[in-house]
């Protein structure tokens, strides 16, 4: 049994992955390609989010497993044969609690490593690429609008990395509007930041309040483009980005890196033994209500449709404790009430499946031959 459920388990984990993976792969592609990035940054980032996307999918995993494996070993009868030699679901359910602790574990090596590790290096990238120059700004043929009343266009980019034919308008300021032309320019990079250097151009200055227009001719023109680069992110660190071990052996300090209250801190750490204690969760759910279920042709719906919604309460619950934990340091037991609502709602689960066993062996194992 505990080798189909880690089949079952590799088969649901690995379609459940594509599935999220391929919908965040599309955000992705949307935004960095529209930005200009080439297709190595948008593979490094859909890698980057990969952990996250495991570690979010395994508990779903764990639980379609648990419930097709427990489905079809009832639909060939396979169950109630076992049952008749007097295996009570408390021992049927062994397999399941060893399938469980190893899916715990392998969460626990994704919440407390790869996926920190992951978070962290995706925003360090994020935090690069959204000041690129030149994905902002270095691209041929397109009218380009960088930043708010800018626009921005090259005809051409030679191999050289010169630029020809240049046009940017800056009507940033309410008084006036300047356009800049010109045959050549480029970029450089200054202590301040990037500059645009444009050679053998016209600078054209309207006056807004008087509608008068000046012209400059310039043989070269350097002008500040580093205001046209819009950051969207910022290197301040969350907890998640922080590893498992700075939160255990120096939680204060961690908090006071992140700006956050020691409470946050608390949460985020016991709150990645509880994310890993949900696989187990979910697996023992799935097994123990599908038990309480007799052989039917019409299927199992009625007992998959609880298992859901005993997951819903566990989530439910989940919610219900994130608020206090993150305002109270002292409240982080509670992070850990999800896990044990699950634990005992399987137990009492399984209690109920072994109620048939009061009737005699004989008279089952009868029932099974008819």
């Known amino acids: 049994m505990l080798s189909q459920l880690m089949v079952l388990f590799g088969f649901f984990s690995l379609v459940l992955v594509a599935v999220y993976w391929v919908n965040r792969a599309v955000v992705l592609f949307d935004r960095l390609i529209a930005d200009g990035h080439s297709a190595a940054v948008f593979l490094e980032f859909t890698a980057l989010s990969l952990p996250s996307v495991i570690a979010l999918v395994l508990p779903m995993a764990s639980f379609a497993a648990a419930v097709y494996v427990t489905n079809r070993l009832m639909v060939d009868s396979e169950l109630t044969v076992v049952q008749a030699t007097g295996y009570s679901p408390w021992r049927l359910s062994r397999p ?6 190893i899916v715990a574990v392998m969460m626990s090596a994704l919440t407390h490593f790869l996926v920190p590790a992951s978070v962290a290096q995706l925003k360090e990238r994020e935090v690069e690429i959204s000041g690129s120059v030149s994905a902002r ?5 397109t009218f380009l609008h960088p930043g708010p009343g800018v626009t921005f266009f090259i005809r051409e980019i030679t191999p050289e990395g010169e630029l020809r034919d240049v046009y940017l308008s800056d009507r940033r300021r309410d008084d006036r509007e300047v356009t800049y032309t010109a045959e050549r320019a480029y970029v450089g990079q200054a202590d301040e930041g990037p500059r645009l250097v444009m050679v053998s151009g016209l600078a054209q200055t309207l006056r807004t309040d008087t509608r008068t227009l ?3 001719i310039f043989k070269d023109f350097t002008y500040d483009i580093s205001n046209l680069i819009v950051q969207n992110q910022n290197l301040n660190l969350r907890p998640r ?3 498992t071990w700075d939160m255990i052996t120096r939680p204060q300090e961690m908090a006071d890196m992140v700006s956050v209250p020691l409470a946050r801190i608390n949460e985020e750490l016991h709150g990645r033994f509880q994310q890993a204690l949900l696989g187990l969760v979910a697996a023992l759910i799935g097994f123990s209500t599908l038990l309480t279920g007799s052989f039917s042709r019409f299927g199992v719906g009625r007992q998959i449709v609880v298992a859901i919604f005993l997951l819903v309460v566990v989530k439910l619950v989940e919610s219900a404790v994130t608020d206090p934990t993150r305002n109270n340091a002292m409240l ?3 992070v850990y009430l999800p896990s044990l609502v699950g634990l005992v ?5 399984l209690h109920l499946a072994a109620r048939p066993f009061r009737q005699p062996r004989k008279a089952a194992a009868a029932e099974v031959s008819a």
Do not use: D, K, Y
Request: glycine residues 12%; hydrophobic residues 55%; proline residues 8%.
């Open 96 to 101: 399941v609690l060893m399938f469980g602790l």
């Open 137 to 141: 700004l270095l691209r041929e043929g």
């Open 214 to 216: 000046s012209t400059t």
């Open 241 to 243: 980005h922080l590893p």
């Open 332 to 334: 982080w037991p509670l």
């Open 345 to 349: 709602m399987a137990g009492i689960v």
